[in-house]
C-alpha cells in the first residue's frame, strides 16, 4: 500500500523548506463560512431596512426632495457607503480577497467625503434652525 504524502507544511516546519516556528504570514486569515454569511447577511439586511425607513419617511410625507443640494450629496454618499459595505462583504463571501483590499482603500477616501458632508450639513442645518427634510423653522 503506498500513501502519498501531503505537499503541505507540517507544525513546525516552514513552508520554504526545513523546520521553524509557523508564522502568521505564512496562514493567511480565512474567516469561518459562518462570519462570512452573517456578515453579508447583515449588510443586506442594513441596506433593504435603510431604503425602507426612507421610503416610509417619504411616504409619510415626513421627507422631501425639495432638500437643498448638499443634503441630496450627503444622501448620496451614504447610500454609497451603504453599496461599499454590501461589496465589500460580498467580496469575502465569494473569496474575492484581492477586490477587498482595493474597495477598502476607496472606502477610506469615501469616509473622509461622508464625515464632512454630515458635518457640513449639520452645521447649515443648524444654522438656519431646519432639519434637512423640512424648511420650516425650530419652534423650540
Known sequence: MIIAESSEPKIGQSSFGGTGVATLAEQPFVPSVGDQ????????VMAVLIVAGFSFQLAMGR???????????????????VWICRLQNIFIATGRVRSHRKLGWVAAVWMVAMVVSGFVVTVAM?????????????TS
Open 37 to 44: 454569511r452573517f456578515f453579508l447577511r447583515a449588510a443586506i
Open 63 to 81: 421627507s422631501t426632495f425639495a432638500s437643498l443640494v448638499r443634503v441630496h450629496a450627503y444622501a448620496v454618499l451614504f447610500i454609497g457607503w
Open 126 to 138: 443648524a444654522r438656519n434652525g431646519t432639519v434637512p427634510s423640512s424648511s420650516s423653522r425650530c
